[in-house]
T-cell receptor, first 116, second 112 residues
Framework: SQKIEQNSEALNIQEGKTATLTCNYT??????LQWYRQDPGRGPVFLLL?????KEKRKERLKVTFDTTLKQSLFHITASQPADSATYLC???????????????FGRGTSLIVHP | DGGITQSPKYLFRKEGQNVTLSCEQN?????MYWYRQDPGQGLRLIYY???????QKGDIAEGYSVSREKKESFPLTVTSAQKNPTAFYLC???????????FGPGTRLTVL
C-alpha cells in the first residue's frame, strides 16, 4: 500500500539550533514533494516545493533535500526560533487526478517545539 | 484582499442532520478541494473539482456531497450518512495543474 511517514513524536529543540524533520515514503515515484506549515486550528501554509530532479532547495532559513533513491525528504530550519513552533506536513504528488492533475497526498505531520 | 474563506469557523450539528460548509475563493483558481483532518491524522481528500459543474470523489467521499456551480464556490454537505463527521474540515484551491495549494482557515464540525 502507498504510505507517507513522518515522525509522530514531537521534536523538541532549543532556540538557535537546527531542526531537522523527516518525510519517508514507499511505493511512490512522486514528481515533486512539498512542505507545509500548520498552526493549531488553522489551515496549512505552503513553504517549499522540491522536484524529483532537484537534490536541495533553500528559502531563507529553510532547506529541503530530496533523495529519490532513499525515498526520503529532509526539512531543515536553521537558527530556529520559538515562532517556528508548529506542525510541518509533507505532501507528495502521486498523480491520479483526472486529466493528469496534481492531487497531493499528505503525511500526518510532525510537531516542532522550539524552546527559548 | 485575495484569499480563500470558509464559514462558519465552528459548527455544531445534531445527529441525523445534514449540514453545509461554505468555501469561497477570489483567487480565480480553477481547482478546489475539500479535506478532512482528524487529530494526529494527515489530511484526507474528500472531493475535488477542477472546473465548474464537474467534481471527483476523493479517498473518503462516502457520506459527503459537493456542488460547483460557480468558479468561486465549492460548498460541502455533510450528510447524516457520514458515520463519524466530527472533524476539522479544510478547503483548498489551486490553479489547474499547479504545484501549490492555498488553504482556507478551516471549519471545525462537532456532532452533538
Amino acid at each position: 500500500s502507498q504510505k507517507i511517514e513522518q515522525n509522530s513524536e514531537a521534536l523538541n529543540i532549543q532556540e538557535g539550533k537546527t531542526a531537522t524533520l523527516t518525510c519517508n515514503y514507499t511505493n511512490y515515484s512522486p514528481a515533486y514533494l512539498q512542505w507545509y506549515r500548520q498552526d493549531p486550528g488553522r489551515g496549512p501554509v505552503f513553504l517549499l516545493l522540491i522536484r524529483e530532479n532537484e537534490k536541495e532547495k533553500r528559502k531563507e532559513r529553510l532547506k529541503v533535500t530530496f533523495d529519490t533513491t532513499l525515498k526520503q525528504s529532509l526539512f531543515h530550519i536553521t537558527a530556529s526560533q520559538p515562532a517556528d513552533s508548529a506542525t510541518y506536513l509533507c505532501a507528495l504528488d502521486i498523480g491520479g487526478g483526472s486529466g493528469g492533475s496534481y492531487i497531493p497526498t499528505f503525511g500526518r505531520g510532525t510537531s516542532l517545539i522550539v524552546h527559548p | 484582499d485575495g484569499g480563500i474563506t470558509q464559514s462558519p469557523k465552528y459548527l455544531f450539528r445534531k445527529e441525523g442532520q445534514n449540514v453545509t460548509l461554505s468555501c469561497e475563493q477570489n483567487l480565480n483558481h480553477d481547482a478546489m478541494y475539500w479535506y478532512r483532518q482528524d487529530p494526529g491524522q494527515g489530511l484526507r481528500l474528500i472531493y475535488y473539482s477542477q472546473i465548474v459543474n464537474d467534481f471527483q470523489k476523493g479517498d473518503i467521499a462516502e457520506g459527503y456531497s459537493v456542488s460547483r456551480e460557480k468558479k468561486e464556490s465549492f460548498p460541502l454537505t455533510v450528510t447524516s450518512a457520514q458515520k463519524n463527521p466530527t472533524a476539522f474540515y479544510l478547503c483548498a484551491s489551486s490553479t489547474f495543474n499547479s504545484d501549490t495549494q492555498y488553504f482556507g482557515p478551516g471549519t471545525r464540525l462537532t456532532v452533538l
